[in-house]
Nanobody, 116 residues
């Protein structure tokens, strides 16, 4: 499974950004997709996930502000981030779960910076 992330950038607190993640390769085997994030000096955390059946899950810190969705025709997952806070600043990584395996571009990701 190959993943290409787009979006991210610099935004003021209270603003919005949308991240996209396009999957290719063995996409038929993907059980779920989502986003992790990692801020400097902090552990990686799961932000949101969506299963192949459409069930979603969010970290408590982003509930009500972030929305994950998917376009099956485009094999793409989106993360709409609203009411952004400085504490949302992190590198965001898209992931795909196939069985017990997690695929992600750990060396890349996309930077989201929220200024106060």
């Amino acid at each position: 499974v190959q993943l290409v992330e787009t979006g991210g950038g610099l935004v003021q607190a209270g603003g919005s950004l949308r991240l996209s993640c396009a999957a290719s390769g063995s996409i038929f085997s993907i059980d779920a997709m989502g986003w992790y994030r990692q801020a400097p000096g902090k552990q990686r955390e799961t932000v949101a996930g969506i299963t192949s059946g459409g069930s979603t899950d969010y970290a408590n810190s982003v509930k009500g502000r972030f929305t994950i969705s998917r376009d099956n025709a485009k094999n793409t997952v989106y993360l709409q981030m609203n009411i952004l806070k400085p504490e949302d600043t992190a590198v965001y990584y898209c992931y795909a779960r196939v069985g017990l395996s997690i695929y992600a571009n750990w060396g890349q990701g996309t930077q989201v910076t929220v200024s106060s």
